[in-house]
């Protein structure tokens, strides 16, 4: 992965002449300065104890314990455009003090002993595509290590009588594909980190991916998992559903690394389809397209992949990236099908859709990871783009998307604010908005509290599926209320009594003694 964007290098494409033009007479935006050799980022020193980096070597060999320039900025902050601009500018402030590349479960107990003993904090790390400053410790100055997971990268085994298929965390999703796909099964989990993030990512941040509508969340495939904490391994399911007592695993999965390390996932699988039909729908306005996903969620025929652009969006053509601002007017529904789409179709057709056949959803399919490439154009270009989402109950929605909306739009002036819905249930819906505007970082992060307190305010959840990391912890301590933060904190210093797990993530970590 690029150290200074997203993915590969070789498929960032330019932004067309137009696109440039109408950011700069719209928005004033013009060419920033090109980002620092990787040689340049400035580092803090990396002051691990050299009795601890020792004992690291000795937990997982020396040759997995790396504390070289170019790894301690690859593993520096995830892939927001708040890091990206960072890191770009030369600002590696935040890198760890050393990478360390345990092997196994026992090899991760050790590392966390060690830690531990030495003060030493500890930031799981996979694919590094966290947007809400997940694998960001509140440690800084180089007395945190990034416990990298690629090593951790096997498919354990397969239970095809149960559908049950055990997997590291360390896997990347294509590779996880890859294996289980040579036993003809699939996860079907492809989010937009979907190239990069890892299992264990997708767990510790409770993830959902493009076909949600139909495989569910990636919570929803979790059956069991083993987890190394510095108090010792839990050890979680053993049966689909229990009623023996509150479920430990709902505990570990949106955790974010702060109880613990996810070391063996066992995850629900399902066969390969024989084929997965895209095509596209128009309504007139989102408030009907809205109402048509309703109705389908509700009618029990949600198709695989579901997903509706507000009219903005529509108009931008952002449900087909490598094809920006070929849009259309009125608002354009993906839907994907592995089954009989005649249910569905009849849904939406009744709803006052318009099919306008398959084209559409092959486009959409064809660049369905493109946005975050996209987004490196942008920033290139010299205009911040993010994006935030939230989810609410069917009948609060219009509600949550209006007040994102005035708050960005009071916020930043005149920025481009897109939208669309593509996590659908029978009680209600996620909004996930794109933000392009020609202020800078500090008017972004400003901004960025603002909606956050909008959300809150206007009853949504802080995150569907980008989970809370730092840059969500006070609206999510405000959605769980005080005695809910107690909980959670009761619970950290249980499993965590040193505070070294991924600290500042999640809920605000106490003070900590200087390591």
Known sequence: MLWSGWGDPAKARELPDQIRRLLHDLMGVSAPAPAVAIDEVKLPPAPLPGVALAELREAVGAAHVRDDHEARVRHTRGKSTPDLLRIRAGDGSDAPGAVVLPGSHEEVLRVLEVCGRHGVAVVP?????SVVGGVTSDVTGGGVIALDLARLDRLVSVDTESMVAELEPGLRAPDAERLLGEHGLTLGHFPQSYEYATLGGFAAARSSGQASAGYGRFDDMVVGMTVATPAGTLDLGRAPKSGAGPDLRQLVLGSEGAFGV????????????????????????????????????????????????????????????????SGDAGCLLIAGHEKDRQPAAAVLAQAGG?????????????????????????????????????????????????????????????????????????????????????????????????????????????????????????????EIGPLGVEILRAVKERLDPAGIMNPGVLIPSPPRPAG
């Open 262 to 325: 996810i070391t063996s996932l066992r995850l629900r699988v399902r066969r390969i389809p024989a084929e997965t039909v895209y095509e596209g729908w128009r309504f007139e306005s989102f408030a009907a397209g809205s109402a048509a996903m309703r109705a389908l969620a509700q009618a029990g025929s949600l198709p695989t992949v579901l997903r509706l652009s507000d009219e903005t969006e529509t108009m931008i053509g952002l449900a087909k990236p490598e094809a920006i601002g």
């Open 354 to 478: 318009t099919y306008l056949g398959a084209e559409p959803g092959q486009a959409w399919a064809h660049g369905r990871f493109a946005a975050p490439y996209l987004r490196d154009s942008l920033l290139a270009a010299g205009a911040t783009v993010e994006t935030l989402e939230t989810a609410t109950f069917w009948a609060n929605l219009p509600r949550l998307y209006d007040a994102v909306r005035l708050a960005l739009l009071g916020a930043l002036g005149t920025p481009l604010v897109m939208c669309h819905i593509s996590h659908v249930y029978e009680t209600g819906a996620s909004l996930y908005f794109t933000v392009v505007t020609g202020h800078g970082l500090a008017a972004w992060e400003s901004a960025k509290r603002e909606v956050n307190a909008a959300i809150v305010a206007a009853g949504g959840t802080i995150s569907h599926h980008h989970g809370v990391g730092r840059d969500h912890r006070e609206a999510y301590a405000e």
């Open 125 to 129: 790390f996979g694919g590094g595509t």
